[in-house]
């Protein structure tokens, strides 16, 4: 990769006052821990630096937004074009009025459900599993311990790729499963949850709750992704892939954790390669043996290193 789509960039929005910069490894921006560099990336100062990029840039260079990294592979030869992570002021703050919370999209999940439960606002305590940020929340309808986003949105703000603010109604986030259909090329800046009164002392023993069931059941202190693939509809992934023999499955450096086995984890200098073959040796066992595909709830972003 070289520095061209940077200095072009550059030229076209000479204004931009977040850090932009090229050839920007991405590894330590995953809890995996693998992965190629970034052809550029960009960290907005806030929602308007973010339009100006946007506006500027090119349609046909690609871009891709992350967050947390904690459901990411970023594969082993890099992502193409722009990759855009929201962090900062502008997208980490938490503004609390009345029963509603105002949020921006780089704050984690758990973050949120802390906020709530101090305002004394029930419904939001299962953010408390998600070990992502909201922006990654609104994408795919992030939900743990019996909750969802969708039971507590109210509506989300992003910036389109030409730039311009756009709002979306609960409605029109169209949420399924693990899904939004809100268009793929908004960036959401953040979004308006709202809660219900309830006692803060149940509340926060119920995160208390969430927080020993997970401790208990995944392996979270591993460098892992989070869970690998979507249940089924009316089904376990970790059952489906259990029955098929995977548990402690290694592949490189990669394991199926022997702990949750719906979780891959980077055991020993693993490559994005290795993990994302080990996650399709899964899919390929539980094909055969249940006659269930398995789809991906990771996601997996750039080009396979060259060969």
């Known amino acids: ?50 339009g100006a990029l946007l506006a500027a840039l090119d349609p046909a260079v690609p871009v891709t937004v992350i967050g947390l990294g904690s459901n990411l592979i970023v594969r082993d030869g890099g ?38 439960a101090e305002a004394g606002l029930d419904g939001l305590a299962f953010f408390r599993g998600i070990p992502g940020s909201i922006g990654g929340a609104l994408r795919m309808n992030a939900g743990a311990h019996g909750g969802e986003t969708t039971d507590v949105l109210v509506e989300a703000r992003g910036i389109d790729r030409r730039g311009q603010v756009r709002t979306f109604s609960h409605a029109e986030m169209g949420f399924t499963y693990r899904h939004s259909a809100a268009p793929e090329d908004v960036i959401f800046t953040s979004a308006l949850f709202r809660g219900r009164p309830g006692e803060r002392a149940a509340i926060e023993a119920e995160m208390e709750r969430v927080t020993a069931a997970r401790e208990a059941a995944q392996p979270i202190r591993e460098r892992t992704g989070g869970s690998t693939f979507k249940n089924p509809e009316g089904g376990k992934a970790w059952q489906l892939i259990d029955a098929a023999g995977c548990r402690g499955l290694t592949l490189g450096g990669a394991q199926v954790s022997p702990m949750h086995c719906n979780f891959l ?43």
């Open 79 to 116: 992502v193409p074009g722009v990759v855009i992570r929201l962090g900062g002021r502008a997208f980490g703050s938490i503004a609390v009025d009345g029963d509603t919370l105002r949020v921006g999209t780089a704050v984690p999940d758990m973050r949120l459900a802390k906020a709530a």
């Open 265 to 307: 984890i980077n055991r020993a200098d693993a490559t994005a390669a290795d993990i994302e073959a080990l996650g399709e040796e899964v899919r390929r066992r539980v094909r055969e043996t249940s006659g269930t595909a398995l789809h991906w709830e990771i996601r997996r972003i750039g080009v396979a290193a060259a060969a």
């Open 1 to 50: 990769m070289t520095n061209t789509l940077h200095d072009s960039i550059r030229a076209a929005a000479p204004a931009l006052r977040g850090r932009l910069l090229a050839n920007q490894p991405l590894a330590d921006l995953t809890w995996f821990r693998v992965g190629g560099p970034a052809e550029v990336l960009f960290t907005p100062a806030d929602e308007e630096d973010l």
